[in-house]
């Protein structure tokens, strides 16, 4: 959660702590006017991750996060908390008083070609209008990625082929109260009546070169309401092929 995400001016600093663990770190103060954080007017975002190899197979880290006041009556706030494309905003009215998150992750690594990585995080949010509006989230992710090339039998052309899986939710964790999480594919009738969002997902990919990869993907959305709440329930499915880049 430590990314200086769609802030426009600040400062970052990195290095590493201990070599030995590659503990390593990265801080930053944003601020400004821009898409995400709508009329900042001077008010900060800082963010904090500690990462670290304790034995070769093993990665984990730590961050945290801590926005400051943000929209105005002209532009409404938005938080740069991004699970599936997420966007939690406010309930009434145009501002957030504040947001603080934090996540801790685990990367594993047990084989050549195998990997699972493993994430937790919670998310305060201050409503700019009643503290009644006030939400706490949380979320899970778990991931696990499988490269043909584990099998000796695979033929030399398929080699670097892969499958993923990830599970992944975010909620609530307000008692009865939920929250306006737009996500992919999310009914904007659900309104703040979300309770919960969860998703699995399936990918195959394969990697054109260092920079290019095409994916074959299929998600399937969950959506939970608060008990009362007027609206449907249920799956929403989704699949892609998609061509991804980097430069």
């Not at 899986?165 to 975010?170: L, P």
């Not at 969860?198 to 260092?210: C, D, K, T, V």
């Not at 309401?225 to 430069?247: N, Q």
Request: net charge negative.
């Amino acid at each position: 959660v430590a990314y200086p995400y769609d802030w426009d001016e600040g400062i970052q600093i990195f290095g590493t702590l201990n070599a030995a663990t590659d503990l390593r770190y990265v801080a930053h103060a944003t601020d400004g006017d821009d898409a995400i954080n709508g009329d900042g007017e001077g008010n900060g975002q800082f963010g904090l991750k500690l990462s670290a190899r304790p034995v070769a197979p093993i990665y984990v880290s730590g961050s945290v996060l801590d926005m400051g006041k943000s929209g105005s009556e002209r532009s409404p706030a938005k938080t740069a908390f991004g699970w599936g494309g997420a966007h939690p905003s406010p309930v009434e009215g145009n501002t957030l008083d504040g947001m603080q998150a934090w996540e801790l992750d685990t990367k594993l690594f047990p084989v050549e070609g195998v990997s699972f990585w493993g994430a937790y995080g919670e998310v305060a949010i201050e409503d700019g209008v009643t503290a009644e509006n006030d939400r706490d989230l949380e979320y899970r992710i778990g991931q696990l990625i499988v490269g043909a090339g584990i099998c000796e039998k695979t033929p030399d052309w398929a080699r670097d082929l892969y499958v993923a899986a990830r599970y992944s939710e975010i909620s609530s964790a307000t008692p009865g109260k939920g929250y306006f999480l737009i996500g992919i594919n999310t009914p904007a009738s659900f309104g703040f009546d979300t309770q919960e969002i969860s998703a699995w997902q399936w990918a195959i990919g394969y990697p054109l070169n260092e920079n290019m990869k095409i994916l074959l993907e299929y998600d399937r959305y969950d959506y939970e309401l608060v008990p009362g709440a007027p609206g449907a329930t249920g799956d929403r499915d989704m699949i892609y092929l998609e061509w991804v880049g980097r430069y």
